[in-house]
């Protein structure tokens, strides 16, 4: 099974940017998918996840109304589409899986490095 995110790069503060998060391996519509992400010297931190059951979504504090956690479930995939971006948005951004069976199986993807800076 296999994660893989892309859409990363460098934005100006207030850019925007979408993220892509491709699932193989596995059934995806089974699974759970959530946006991570980790700051140099900082803990990994949820952003946002989306439900497989009925495609709820949630969102930390820190993102709503500026960031959008969606998938599409004929393409393997999620999506992190971030607006008014903010220099302390820097950070690798993950994907991760978890099946809605199995608390135990999850994957993770290798990231991708967003960097907010003029």
């Known amino acids: 099974a296999e994660l893989v995110e892309s859409g990363g790069g460098l934005v100006q503060p207030g850019g925007s940017l979408r993220l892509s998060c491709v699932g193989s391996g596995f059934t995806f519509s089974s699974y759970d998918m959530k946006w991570y992400r980790q700051a140099p010297g900082k803990e990994r931190e949820l952003i946002a996840s989306?439900?497989?059951?009925?495609?709820?979504?949630n969102y930390a504090d820190f993102v709503k109304g500026r960031f959008t956690i969606s998938r599409d479930n004929s393409k393997n995939t999620v999506y992190l589409q971030m607006s008014s971006l903010k220099p302390e948005d820097t950070a690798v951004y993950y994907c991760?899986?978890?099946?809605?069976?199995?608390?135990?199986?999850?994957?993770w993807g290798q990231g991708t490095q967003v960097t907010v800076s003029s």
């Open positions: 989306i439900r497989s059951r009925d495609g709820a979504s």
């Open positions: 991760n899986a978890r099946s809605r069976w199995s608390y135990n199986q999850f994957y």
